[in-house]
């Protein structure tokens, strides 16, 4: 079955203290792996996607196919970072969709 | 370009009216896709479309829900004979198409409310 699972709903961390959101996924084959973050009061939008291998805003995914986590790290939190953040993945056909996880909750502390 | 825009924002229903909502996509972006997200969960998906055609429906319930993207005009998401579990935000996003090589584009969201 094709699943993503984000095992903490809320993470708390201090302001610069590293941060890693988990990701784990249930994938048979070869699948695309993305982040999407909704900072308040705003839409969705696509944080990074582990074929383009960029680090936006200091974010950084490695997908480890051994271990099927795609897990999103910082090494210095900023207040700013605080937001909504979905793990997804899609096959790569053309007709596949994306499927998110749940979703974790990051909050900076002052 | 404006992005994808949704409307209504906010839609408050009572249980058996139906609701109706519509999604733009971005300027250049054939293909649309329906998310609806229910508290304290995440986004699932419901329907892909691109004009004039539903390519997978396999996340919309069988009965009271369908969904259209018509040669001209937004893509609308009709809930008939809507119940309080329908209460929900639906996500609408929209790309380029096969093969995926841009990302899909979300916009804001319609949430429904059913009394």
């Known amino acids: 079955a094709q699943r993503v699972t984000q095992p903490e709903k809320l993470l708390s961390v201090f302001k610069g203290a590293p941060v890693e959101l988990k990701c784990n996924y249930s994938?048979?084959?070869?699948?695309?792996l993305f982040w999407y973050v909704q900072y308040s009061r705003q839409r969705l939008q696509l944080l990074l996607r582990?074929?383009s291998r960029e680090s936006i805003k200091g974010f950084t995914a490695d997908l480890n196919k051994g271990e099927t986590s795609f897990h999103l790290k910082k090494p210095f939190a900023q207040e700013e970072d605080s937001a909504m953040y979905y793990c997804?993945?899609?096959?790569?056909?053309?007709?596949?969709?994306?499927?998110f996880g749940k979703g974790t909750r990051l909050h900076i502390l002052p | 370009n404006a992005g994808v825009m949704q409307n209504p924002r906010h839609l408050v229903r009572r249980r058996g009216q139906e609701a109706r909502l519509r999604c733009s996509p971005m300027?250049?972006?054939?293909?649309v896709y329906w998310y609806r997200q229910l508290p304290e969960e995440g986004l699932k998906f419901m329907v892909y479309?691109?004009?004039?055609?539903?390519?997978?429906e396999s996340g919309m319930p069988k009965e009271r829900f369908s969904a259209e993207f018509p040669k001209e005009g937004p893509s609308i998401l009709r809930i008939q004979q809507v119940v309080r579990g329908d209460s929900a935000a639906y996500f609408c996003?929209?790309?380029?198409?096969?093969?995926?090589?841009?990302?899909?584009?979300f916009g804001p969201g319609t949430r429904l409310t059913v009394l």
């Open positions: 582990h074929i």
């Open positions: 996003a929209s790309d380029k198409g096969p093969g995926r090589t841009d990302t899909q584009y």
């Open positions: 997804a993945l899609s096959g790569r056909g053309r007709d596949d969709k994306i499927i």
């Open positions: 994938y048979s084959g070869s699948p695309e």
């Open positions: 300027k250049g972006h054939s293909h």
């Open positions: 479309l691109q004009k004039e055609n539903i390519i997978d």
